[in-house]
């Protein structure tokens, strides 16, 4: 028993490890836009400048490639995004002792079609608590997976694109590679010949589900 208690810690503690690296590489790359803009103002020597300038400009141009894709349309693709809104704390009372006690945290992931308007047929919300499950690759990778299978994909469509953030923990990982490879080996329909798995350039990640998360607030 204490062998496995020691086990879940270890997992708990290695998940943890992988949240503060990816959320330390999304500051990073942000910090170093910034450091850009400030060295180019305070730099006096024209071929540091030059070099400098063409730095951001391949920066601006990896995330403008991004949002290219990310807004293609053609009649045979079908793009779909996924994202975990921010961990809500519950539950939300106004009692002053109540606010410094331990809360529960309450999950939102939501996975759709990258359409303009986003409407309830194209959109699947996944909600649960932390008394059910944590919120891990595993639970990230059944929900996508569900979706997949109760999606109705139209016949015209023969390349599936699915865009998310590059959070090791939950979305870019093997777990996620290998459940996309045996859907489209053994269950996607005959027409889909292709999966693609895009990440956004780190820092400019936004994606079309975020805007769920602003009119959902529990």
Known sequence: MEDLQQFIKKIRAHKARKR????????REVLREKRLDENIKKETNTEIINKLIIEKRVHHLRFKAFYEILQEQ???????SFECQKNLGQPKVPDQSAYYSRQYNFYNLVVGSTKAKLTKENIFAYTWNETIHNKGSNEIISAVHHFLTNVDIKEEIKVLRTI?????GQN???????MLGKWLTTEAPRHIKRVEIVFPVVGHSFIPTDRLFAQRKI
């Open 20 to 27: 503060l690296v990816d959320k330390s590489k999304w500051k």
């Open 74 to 80: 053609r009649s045979d693709l079908l793009t779909i």
């Open 164 to 168: 998310a953030d590059g959070c090791s």
């Open 172 to 178: 870019k990982n093997s777990g996620m590679v290998a």
